[in-house]
Each structure stands twice: as C-alpha cells, then as structure tokens.
C-alpha cells in the first residue's frame, strides 16, 4: 500500500490527497494535538499520514473502543482530538459513543467512521448514518478530497460550539480517492484544560438524565443549524424531478445528470428536513439518492414528504455511475440503459496469502487434523479459500475463541474444536474470549498467528510489536506470559517455517484436555521488514506432479507445461519466492531446492 | 459540470505496481493543469488478487469512478486482466496491455482436464465495440533497459498518446514519484514504451498430455495396522481413518494416481491402479474445485 507523507505546509500550493489523507490534513490545520485510532480498511491512512508530526501525538489503540476514550479523555483534556476507525470499529466503541453523545466533549472531538459498501474488505456493509441517528450524534459525508479536508476542519467547530462528538463518516471511494486539494495553515490550539464538571462527566442515573433532554435540545438546534449551513447546497435546474444527496453518490449524480437540480447534505444528520420540504414543493418528483440503507429516504416518508428512492437504487452493494444511470433509467428520467456485457473467458483471481506467509503451515496441520476452526479477521481468514479451506467461521474481531467455547459446549463439533486469531486481533478482543476459555475449562486450542503486526491493512504497529505508530519504542506485551497469567496450562510457542514441530505441537495441544494455547512466532513477510531468503526452484526431472506442493496454495507455484503420468509438474517464480522452505518440506521426491545450491543438486 | 471528463483504467495483480503508476498518470494530469480524480480499493486485492484503478480528468471531474464503457483507453499490466476490465473501454477506444501471464494458482486445480482455464491471447477478442488491442512486451523492453521493474513504465509510454499530454509533465511526474535512483531507468523506459512496437502474440501453451483420469484405490484392510501415514500425504485428502482405525476412502474421485500413499505404506497394504481401459473413453469430469 502506498501511503503518501503528507505535505509539510506549503500553504495555498495544491496537492493530490486521498480522501483520507485530505481528512487528516483537516485535522492538521484545525490545529488537533491527538489522533488515535484503530487500523481498518479503508480507514487505516488517515493517521498513517500524518505520523511523522512531532507536534501532535499520534497513536494506535488496541481496539476501537480504547481509542474513543482516549479521545474523550484527550478531548476533555482541552485539545482537539481526532478519532479513527473503519465502520465495524464502531460497534466496538459504540458503547462509549452512545454515552459521550451525552457527556458532550471538552475541546472539538471528531470521529472519522470509513464505512465499505460493497464489502471490498469488510464483513458487513453497516451503514453508520444508523449510528448518528441512534446516538444523536451529527454526522457530516464529505464527498471528495476537497470536503473531506474542508468537512473535517468544520467538524471541530460543530464540535465545540455543539458540544457534542461529531461524526465524519466516508466510504471507500472517498476515503480511497485521489483528488486535488489546496492546502491550509495550521491553527494553533492550545491546551485548553480539564474542567471538573460531575454532572456532565459522571454518567450515574441521577445525572444522565439531566443529559437525555439535553441531547434532544442540542439535535434540534443542529437541525436549525444544518437548514441554513453552506453544508445544504443547493444546484441545477429544473422542475420536473429532484434529487436529495449525500456523499460520493452526488458525484455519480453529476456524472450522469450534470444539470439535474440536485439538494446536497453535506450533514446528513440532523437533516434540514425545512430546507427539503421546500426543494420537494420546487419539484414534480423526489428522488433520495443515498448509497447503502434507505434512511433519508426513510426519515424524509416519517416527515410527510413524498419520495421515492430504493424501488430504482440497489440497497446491497456500492452505488456507481451505472447503477445510478440504471436507476434513474428505470425511473422514466433517462433513456433505457444498455448494459455492456463483459469479455468472456478470463480466471478467477480471488486474494491469497502471500509466498512465505507463516499463517500457512498451521492451517494445513489443521486441516489434516479434519479440525473445526473458529476463525477471526485478518489474513488468515484467507485460510478459508481453496486450496487450504480450513476455516469454518469468521464474524468479528476476537469472536474466534469465544466461539470455540460455545462450540466446545455444544458437544456438536464432531472434531477437535480449535480458534485461529492474529496477535493484533488477540490483543483486540481475544483476551476476554481467552479468560473465557479458562473460566470455563473449554476443551479447546487457540493458535495465536503471532506475525508481529497488523498485517491484513498493511502491517500497523500493536500493544505487542514494540513499537509505536510514530516510531518510538514501546513495551511490547508478553503473549506467552498473558496467556500464562490466564490460567492456561498448556502454552507452546513454534516456529511455523518448521513442519514437523506445527503439526506435531498443534496435534499435541489438541490432545490436551482442557484449555491449551499454540502460539506461532514467525514475522509476516511483507510488514514492518519484507523478508526474502534464498529463493527455492523445482527440478524438473525429479519432480512426480504429486501436487502435494500445491495444497499450501503458495502464489509463487504454479502448474508448469511439462507433465508427468498425465499430470501438471510445477514450477516456482523465483522473483516472488521468499524462501520460506514450506514447500521444500511437503515435497517427497525433495524436488525443491534452494537456487543457491544448484551445482550440489547437480552431483 | 463533467460532459468533457474522460476516464481510463489501469488494471493488474496485486503487487505488480498498479497503484504507483496511476498516481503517476493523475500527478502527470494535474501538472498538465487538469481537475484529476483517481480512486482504487485496497485491502484484499493487495494480497494476489485483481487490482484496478480509476482515473478521471477534465476542467472539472464528478464522478472519480469510471463508467463502465465510456474509458478512452484501459492499461493491463497483466492479460486475464485485460479481458477482466474491458467492459469500462469506451466502443472504438483502446486496450493496451502487456503480453505478460500470470496465472492464479487457485486455476490450477482441474485434476481431470490438468488445463488452467487462462485465458490465450486474442488480437480479435475486443473487435466486436471495434476496440484496438495493442500488444506491449514491456518486460522485455524494461531487461532491455537493466531493470525488469521499470515494466511499468513502458506501458505508461504507450499509453500516454491516448492520454494527450505534453511530455514534460510526464516527466516530472515520473521524476517526482518512482523511487529515489530509478528516476533515470523509469524515464528511459517511458520513452521505450511510448515507441515500443506492436509485440508478437505468445504461443499457445502446450496441451498436457493424456492423463488417464482418476485412479482406483485398493486397500487390502488386513494388512493395515492404521498408521495414519498415507491420509496425512495424500494430496487430494482421498483417505481417511475412521475412529476404529479403518483406512476409509473418502474422495476417490480426485486420486491422481501419484501413488504416494502406495509408495509410503510401510505395510504395502494399499496398491494405486490406473483406471480400466473401458472406463476412461468418457470425456474427463471437469471443473472438479472452484
């Protein structure tokens, strides 16, 4: 992944910015001190691009939910703090969020929400405007990379003169959208200060209720504010239909009617439900044009306006200058649409693990074993795809072992019962699943992938890697003694690269009644340092096409012409080749050596 | 608005350097004085998997997303990619891409047929929208030059005449973006591709040779003493041991015929047969995985 460093100053110079880039400039020149976050796709970037900034402090949480509070805590502090995460992390903060909406904030809090419609790299497609409604929290989409900078320096303010969290929420087209922005001065933000204030920090039953009505008072008059706000812009012409947009929808509008008068929010919560009754009576027709869950349109039909909307917009998916221009085809606004069919006959490329991936050897232990796998999120859940397949499940961060548990309790395995979890997931939202384990003295095993990063968003910095996002050493957590300090009796700690000793210590805690941890302790290939040894090669004339190479399912092998009783030999790519040995240990005929040692294998 | 944006695509495998080069294109537009957006997905596709970029340009872009049949040209580093991404391509716009190969290995499971379904090389595949298709060998042009890397480069020469820009931003967007001691090899390249000629089209591959179709699996269950050796090697998970220790067979369909649970049994307890001469004038069962 290439993550641009963002520009120093050069202040009025125009620069290409992501969308996230672009929001974490906004951060920068609205003069926030703390921005903290946890990694995400397609949020991560954001506080990767301004880590070298020696003025603020910016940091990786383990989980989402740890950095909102110490973006509250930073916030009530008195500086501005910005707060990121991709649109799952919310529902691991929310419950702090739903009662800081409450508490309001200190200095300006803003928190960036990377929603993924289409499911690029995510595992659900949760609309965050959900969430702004049911906090009562405003919530602003910025649809460019011009917006995003402008939307989230605007954010601060709304902030503080609301006194309330405010949410920026982007999609993957925003947050992964290069376009040209102008850059800005830094504001400098001093240290307000904490303010001891019980009633409004000390969220006992007694002083949460003065806040309710509190936050109702305050959504209204975000309301009032948002019907008058340069964030509702109004263009184009025309009165036989309009369209009520939000976000990057409003650009595929544009496309594909450039001249369609067209309301725009860029808060699109509170709605300035004023300002649409208005646009719908300019109007014959309303459309809302809104990417995922129909909740303007929704919000717009409990108001008394009449819209239509979803019966011509998919809900499932990300929305695209064709399926915007389907949609209004089939809405009697523009000309049939003709589809264009694709080019027939191409392959199937879907993602794999990387040549030299250490996640691999464990999953082929596990699938010999005929193991039901509790899986987590992050690279290995491509453990699940041919040809590994050993991964049965796959939910949220850290569900792998409480799953295990439940599964374990069941009775119903049929199979050993064993969890699979990243160190970065482990330190996430394992460790309670894991104390779980030991409470319940589950029959299971958890093998904690441990590759000394978070790989799957390009290899972030974690509570275990020693390291921090800024670059500083840090006390790196002790997984072998955590596991340890939660009563588990059976702790082993192999190197995946070694075949025999993976499936032997896999095979071994397995057997173990009772709670057993088996913890993996090669660094990923790719992240922090790109590992590559020597890298290996076939011989040809020995190699019998068993295939047995090809279960690992390593992108550096494939089928080569030459062919053996009738089956594909293979060959490997040396340039992409790490040197890993794994498929020099599976090979029986030791077809596979090393390239170095070629005139030996020659003798 | 956006009547006069054009858009273009740049599309390849993860890792081939996609996203550098369309950052490279959208600097070269911005330098030329264009409103550029340029949009691709991360995450997933970063590991092995299809890559593709949006670039659009023009006095003032809406949508960073190209519409599918409307880009002027679609650059493919990689061939399968090519055709993957040709329904963007505009009727009467352009395919430039490399005669590069990379095949998946998930296409490399059929073990009846033993043929990738990859796709051959079609001067005529796109022809029906009257979309040219033009051949580059950037590899060979970037060897040519001392670094296999700077292939990239040579497709963005060749593309660059659909682009329609002055040369010198070009330049200064290479300059500016290819790692720090590359500059010079990336220009040179660029220039190589903007006169690369039409490449010849690879061969064909080779058709495997008959392959006898699965094999049978005898296993004399008296001489088994339930080692679990031959289920641990097999590589089409064929065997199984049941909980009372019976060797199962479980998959016959997929055995090869490698014979290495065969050549393991310490017990010669199992013998691999090829299949009788009657049964295999059927045609091969394909597409067994996918």
Redesign the interface.
Known sequence: MTVDIEPRSETGTTVLLSGNEAIARGAVEAGALVAVGYPGTPSTEILESIAHRTEMQVRWSPNEKVALDVALGASLGGVRTLCTMKHVGLNVAADTFMTMAYTGVGAGLVIVVADDPGMHSSQNEQDTRAYARMGGVPLLEPSNSKEAKAFTALAFEISEQFDTPVLVRTTTRVSHNRGVVELGDRMDKPVVGFERNPQKYVMIPGHARGRRPALLRRLKELAEYAETSPLTKESGTGDSFGVVTSGIVHNYLREVLPDAKALKLGMSHPLPIGRIREFSKTVDRLFVLEELDPIVENDLRAAGIAVEGKEFFPQVGELSPDAVRRGFAAAGILPEYLSIEPAPGTVARPPLLCPGCPHTPPYLALKRLGAVVTGDIGCYTLAALEPLSSMDTCIAMGSSIGMAVGMAASGGAGAPVVATIGDSTFLHGGIAGLADAVYADANITVIILDNGTTAMTGGQEHPGTGTTLQGAEAKAVDLVGLCEALGVRDVRVIDPYDMGATYSAIEGAVAHIGPSVVITNRPCVEAPVKVRDTPFKVIAEACTACQLCMTAGCPSIVWSEETFEGRRKVVIDPVTCTGCTICAQLCPPLAIIPITSEAEAAR | ???N?KGLLLAG???QGV??AS?II??AL?RAGF????????????????VVSHIRWGKE?????????SAEVLAAFEW??A??W??YVRNEGAVVTDIKTI???????D?HA?S????RFEID??RS?LIETRFVDATANAVQLGN?RAANSVILGSVAAFVGIDLIHWEEAIASLVPKGTEEINLAAFHAGMNAPMAQIPAP??E?????GPHLIDIQQDWCKSCDIC???C???CL?LDTDGTLLVINADAC???R?CE??CPDFAITIRPPAAAEHHEPAISGR??
């Not at chain 2, 409103?35 to 299809?50: F, I, N, P, T, Y």
């Not at chain 2, 872009?61 to 049949?69: D, F, Q, T, W």
């Not at chain 2, 990738?116 to 796709?119: E, F, G, I, M, N």
Request: contains cysteine; proline residues 10%; aromatic residues 4%.
């Open positions: 608005m956006s009547d944006s495998v993860g890792g996203i550098l950052m959208a600097d911005m409103d550029v957006k340029q949009s691709e997905v991360h995450g997933m596709a970063q590991r092995g998997g299809s872009v809406a949508s960073p997303l190209v519409e599918k049949g399968a990619e055709i993957r040709v329904d095949v998946p290995p998930g296409a490399c499971n073990t033993w990738t379904a990859y796709p595949l796109f929208r296999v591959p080779a495997p040779a008959e392959y006898l289920p641990r090697v590589p089409e998970h199984k090869t015929g490698c290495l050549m393991l995985k996918m």
